[in-house]
């Protein structure tokens, strides 16, 4: 973390005039790896959902089993939650970059520095507003 911050230019330094640009970044292979790991996601979401549904297991009789049975219910479900908030968030970046606005802070409207983005793929701030 400490190397990104680095990289971005402070008061006195040259490169902090309004003309900066941070060296390009290849958008089109973000986007890629963004969808392949949303295909990813959408696939553990799909199997989490189906076992919540009970779609592929027998649900236990005795009531101590039940209780287990309840028990991972409860860890599926927070990594069911957890999964659909990662693929909103990638989907929100690979909209942002088809708006044009991937490497924009939401916070600032400055640069996102493209290590941080490299890193940080869903992130929508700058390493400062971070």
Known sequence: MVALLSLAPEAGDSRASSSFQWPPMDL???R???ETDLRGLLSRHTRLTSHLRNEDRDIPSDWTEMAQFMENDEVL???EERTRERVDAMARAIERIDEGIYMTCARCGGPIEPERLDVLPTTTVCAKCA
């Open 77 to 79: 479900e927070a990594l």
């Open 32 to 34: 890629k790896r963004l």
């Open 28 to 30: 089109d292979a973000v």
